[in-house]
């Protein structure tokens, strides 16, 4: 089975600073999808950013960017110039198309943002 | 604002007592997943239906149960309810094509006491 793990529980970044989260994945899987999502106090699941495996490019969406590396099983989300609103837990997410499109989750990074 | 609704918000109930958490799905989305998230703890996947045919089955309880409605909405059924389920439950709901994003509820805050 998939698995998904996020090595660190909890990480803490100055306002205006770049933090990057770290991710890494097992599968055997060629074709698969990787997603952040975020979970701010207020406990709603946010979309953060998606990369689809057969694409070499890397994911941006405006402040937030990631470094995959399939063939180290590896999706790292890079968050720059860090606001007070990006304190949030932050979850990696594996969607294998060969499981019933399954989604596996890691166990969450918990961002901080010092201002 | 996702699309996928989740009722009620808050539920509070006592131990042993049986209660039903409702979802609906985004509209055209076929797949619908449960997840348990207790305090401080991550994403824990209970089951996923598919167009009112169970799926995939995670960590759930003899207890819990679940089904798809013909019109495609969802309910997660919790039975002799202990102190430990208290959590929240998240419903979310995806397109079947293997892009497809999923996309969250709010959740429902169940307190057992």
């Known amino acids: 089975a998939q698995t998904v793990t996020q090595s660190q529980p909890e990480m803490s970044v100055q306002e205006a600073e770049t933090v990057t989260l770290s991710c890494t994945y097992d599968?055997?899987?060629?074709?698969?999808?990787l997603f952040w999502y975020k979970q701010p106090p207020s406990r709603q699941m946010i979309l953060v950013i998606r990369?689809?495996?057969?694409?070499?490019q890397n994911a941006t969406e405006n402040r937030f960017s990631v470094n995959f590396q399939k063939a180290a099983k590896s999706f790292s989300l890079k968050i720059s110039d860090s606001q007070l609103g990006d304190a949030a837990m932050y979850f990696c997410a594996y969607r294998s198309p060969n499981t019933g499109n399954q989604f596996y989750f890691g166990t969450g990074t918990s961002l901080t943002v010092i201002p | 604002d996702s699309g996928v609704t989740q009722t009620p918000k808050h539920l509070i109930t006592a131990t042993g007592q049986r209660v039903t958490l409702r979802c609906s799905p985004r509209?055209?989305?076929?797949?619908v997943y449960w997840y348990q998230q207790s305090l401080d703890q991550g994403l824990q996947f209970l089951i996923q239906?598919?167009?009112?045919?169970?799926?995939a089955k995670g960590n759930i309880l003899e207890r819990f149960s679940a089904q798809q409605f013909p019109d495609l909405h969802s309910e997660l059924n919790l039975s002799s309810l202990e102190l430990g389920d208290s959590a929240l439950y998240f419903c979310?709901?995806?397109?079947?094509?293997?892009?497809?994003?999923?996309?969250f509820g709010a959740g429902t805050r169940l307190s057992v006491l």
């Open positions: 599968t055997s899987e060629s074709d698969y999808y």
């Open positions: 990369q689809e495996a057969y694409k070499q």
């Open positions: 979310a709901s995806s397109l079947r094509t293997s892009g497809g994003l999923l996309y």
């Open positions: 239906y598919y167009n009112g045919e169970e799926r």
């Open positions: 509209s055209g989305d076929l797949s």
